[in-house]
Structure formats: structure tokens, C-alpha cells
């Protein structure tokens, strides 16, 4: 059996799973805190369709035969960090994630530190979630305070009365995040429970930008492409050669 045709597919497939890879980063380059999402190959022996040796897949004679592997990650280097002179948006420079509490009481971890206040003056994000103080409670803006001060170690007062310190999160192995909806990162089943930030570097009226590249990503479109009409090649060339031994045969 011809494997080649298996092996131009499985790279078409490969292929397909970085151009979603790829596509993604794009389209959330623009998103505060936003981790671009990466994909490395490998190579892996094929299975055996039957344990039938002759009927195996894997090898030809004596020559394992390879088929691409993908494995997709997070890159979580940090952003760049832009001024917005918005006093409640808060960038972290270094290590860790603000903590946010959602509706159903889940705790859920960002890089986004683009805030807000509701309309009980509770801190929330964006999208309206609880941010966080390091004693595990939201945030509650004083009703007459005055401006609003987020000091580099996370803390926050609004004139002379401190209003709580921003809970900043870390994580001994950052590959146990699963991202969600929201730009937010939660826990693997199982994982560690994240620790506080010794000391954190909070900087006021600023957000962190996304470590995605858009030009290093269209450069990638453009290798997907051809590496997807190369593999496109090879499978109707591989096509054209079985039917001209089929015709020959008979």
C-alpha cells in the first residue's frame, strides 16, 4: 500500500490545525493581555490498521514510516506594556495574573487589567467580573473618594482611605492554564493552587498589550499556503501514478 497518500493528508490536517492557530492570533492581536497561542511538529509511527503484519501501516519492510504530529501551547511572554491615563486600568509588569471571581463564584486568571466600576462601585472587568483583592474579596470604590490610586504593589486608595490590594496570582508551571472565553486562563483539573506575587509591579493607567506579532503571523499564512499546495501536489501526483498502474493492469 501506497502511504503516501496518508502522509500528504495528515499533513494537510497538521496544516489546517496551525492555520486555526494562526488565524486566532490575528484576530485577538488587538485583545489586552492575549497569549498567542503556538504549535510545534514532531514526527510519530503510524498504527496498524489490523494486527495483521502485512496489512500494517507503520512501516514498509524495515523502515518505519512517520506521519506529522502536532502539539499546540501558549507562549506566555509578556506584552507590551501602553498608556491609556484611564485610572482604573492596571498593567502588571513581571510574573502572575489578576485574580476575577465570576458569576457562578469561579476564580478565573487574566493579564488584562482594563477595569471597571459597577454600579454598586464594585471593580469589575470589561465583561463585568469581580476583580479580585488579595483577602479573596471583590473591590468596593469609596461612593465620595475621590481619585482613584493604584500604588505599584497592587494596593488601592482613593484619597487617605485604602480600598484593598489587587490579588496578582502565580503559578508554578503556567502550561496547566486552559484559556477560555474572555481572554481569561482557568486551572487544569488538578493543578496547583496558584500563590500570591511576593511583589508585584502594578502600573497605573496602563494595559499590556498582546505578545502576538501580526507580521510573523501573515509570514506563516503565506508557509502554510504553499506547504498546503505542496502536499496538494504530491497527493495527485501519487493519484495520477495508481491510476496509469491501474489502467496498465488491466
Same mark, same amino acid.
Given at each position: 500500500m501506497n502511504v503516501g497518500l496518508y502522509q500528504s493528508a495528515s499533513a494537510l490536517a497538521a496544516l489546517e490545525r496551525w492555520q486555526d492557530m494562526v488565524s486566532q492570533n490575528i484576530t485577538s492581536s488587538q485583545e489586552t493581555g492575549y497569549r498567542k497561542r503556538t504549535i510545534s511538529f514532531s514526527t510519530q509511527a503510524a498504527g496498524e490498521l489490523q494486527p495483521n503484519t502485512k496489512a500494517r501501516i507503520g512501516s514498509e519492510g524495515s523502515v518505519p514510516v512517520l506521519f506529522p504530529k #502536532?502539539?499546540?501551547?501558549?507562549?506566555? &511572554?509578556?506584552? %507590551? #506594556?501602553?498608556?491609556?491615563?484611564? %485610572?482604573? $486600568?492596571?498593567?502588571?509588569?513581571? %510574573? /502572575?495574573?489578576?485574580?476575577?471571581?465570576?458569576?457562578?463564584?469561579? @476564580?478565573?486568571y487574566t493579564r488584562s487589567g482594563e477595569?471597571?466600576?459597577? +454600579? $454598586?462601585?464594585?471593580?469589575?472587568?470589561?465583561?463585568?467580573?469581580?476583580?479580585?483583592?488579595?483577602?479573596?474579596?471583590?473591590?468596593?470604590?469609596? +461612593?465620595?473618594?475621590?481619585?482613584?490610586?493604584?500604588?505599584?504593589?497592587?494596593?488601592?486608595? =482613593? /484619597?487617605?482611605?485604602? *480600598?484593598? @490590594?489587587?490579588a496578582v496570582k502565580k503559578f508554578d508551571d503556567n502550561s496547566q492554564l486552559i484559556p477560555i472565553a474572555g481572554g481569561y486562563f482557568a486551572t487544569a483539573p488538578g493543578a496547583a493552587a496558584p500563590t500570591s506575587v511576593d511583589n508585584p509591579q502594578i502600573l =497605573?493607567? !496602563?494595559?499590556? +498589550?498582546?505578545?502576538?506579532?501580526? *507580521?510573523?503571523?501573515?509570514? $506563516?499564512?503565506?508557509?502554510?499556503?504553499?506547504? !498546503?499546495?505542496?502536499? =496538494? @501536489?504530491?497527493?495527485?501526483?501519487?493519484? =495520477?501514478?495508481? &491510476? @496509469?498502474?491501474?489502467?496498465?493492469? /488491466?
Open positions: #502536532t502539539t499546540t501551547g501558549i507562549n506566555f &511572554q509578556n506584552g %507590551e #506594556t501602553q498608556p491609556t491615563r484611564r %485610572e482604573l $486600568d492596571a498593567a502588571i509588569q513581571g %510574573e /502572575g495574573f489578576f485574580e476575577i471571581q465570576r458569576p457562578d463564584g469561579s @476564580k478565573v477595569f471597571r466600576m459597577r +454600579a $454598586d462601585r464594585t471593580l469589575v472587568t470589561s465583561t463585568g467580573d469581580e476583580v479580585m483583592s488579595d483577602s479573596g474579596s471583590p473591590i468596593l470604590l469609596a +461612593a465620595n473618594g475621590g481619585a482613584v490610586t493604584i500604588n505599584p504593589d497592587g494596593s488601592i486608595a =482613593q /484619597g487617605s482611605t485604602h *480600598l484593598g @490590594k489587587l =497605573q493607567g !496602563y494595559l499590556e +498589550a498582546s505578545n502576538v506579532t501580526p *507580521l510573523r503571523e501573515m509570514v $506563516d499564512l503565506v508557509l502554510i499556503s504553499r506547504a !498546503y499546495e505542496a502536499n =496538494q @501536489k504530491i497527493m495527485t501526483t501519487v493519484d =495520477q501514478s495508481m &491510476q @496509469k498502474t491501474f489502467d496498465a493492469l /488491466g
